[in-house]
């Protein structure tokens, strides 16, 4: 069974959504015949690279709320990171562009690397106090190389901007087509979609009535056909 999960690393909700889904995960009796495979999705797709601001700014402006209502907003999102046992740092944290991030996400994958990537990506932006967004590609070439991918394809990839955009872009109007609108988007074998940071419950419920929902091959079969097995092929006699 495939989970898609469409994100963006600029969303607290997607970090917390994520360690929620993987404690239902990690609970599923299936777990091992589970793959997951992470989305790209941007929710500020028109942020040019360098228009860097703080998050307590940014959200004043785009959502029009005060200062004091954005800083009640970091600090609930601070309480449910804890209660998944995620660090979250409540001020001081910036916002900006993470199309590179995406990109970079994207040969990850190619590589067999993207959870440890998307994970230290989250704890670069949420947790640590140095910006994810101010000091250039070397931060994501360390973030590669200490997720376990190669340092110098790593900033080849980073170097060249055509690398894997189209990849992220088909990811985006996949999300649109499916419905999503915002993330974390969940869905799973395409027949079931979860939207929001659930409850780990509630992925422990869609996890089990997708994993149910699985449709048997269905075999056509007219007989007398031979076939190779085990034991060898059969040989026709005359």
């Known amino acids: 069974m495939r989970v898609e999960i469409w994100s963006d690393i600029a969303c607290p909700w997607c970090y917390v959504g994520k360690a929620r889904f993987e404690k239902a ?3 599923f009796p299936h777990r091992d015949e589970v793959e997951v495979v992470h989305r790209s999705f941007e929710l500020d797709p028109g942020r040019a690279k360098d228009d860097v601001q703080p998050v307590l700014a940014m959200l004043t402006k785009k959502y029009g709320m005060s200062e004091a209502q954005a800083e009640a907003g970091e600090d609930n999102l601070g309480a449910q990171a804890a209660a998944e ?5 409540t001020r001081g944290r910036d916002h900006g562009n993470t199309f590179d991030m995406h990109r970079l996400l994207h040969f990850a994958k190619e590589q067999g690397r993207q959870d440890q990537l ?3 990506l989250y704890r670069a932006n949420f947790a640590e106090e140095r910006s994810l967004f101010t000091e250039g ?4 070439v360390g973030l590669a190389a200490e997720a376990g991918l190669d340092a110098e394809a790593a900033r080849e990839v980073l170097a060249d901007p055509a690398r894997y955009a189209d990849d992220v872009r088909a990811d985006e109007r996949e999300a649109a087509e499916l419905g999503a609108n915002g993330v974390p988007f969940f869905v799973l074998d395409r ?3 979860v939207s929001g940071a659930q409850p780990a419950e ?5 996890l089990g009535q997708a994993w149910g929902a699985r449709s048997p091959l269905k075999l056509i079969d007219q007989g007398g056909a031979e076939a ?4 060898g092929c059969a040989v026709p006699q005359h």
């Open 25 to 27: 995960l990690a609970a």
């Open 85 to 89: 046992g995620l660090d979250y740092r």
């Open 118 to 120: 998307i994970q230290l």
């Open 137 to 140: 590609a070397e931060r994501l």
């Open 191 to 193: 027949k079931y979609g």
């Open 202 to 206: 509630v992925f422990t419920q869609a």
């Open 228 to 231: 190779c097995g085990p034991d």
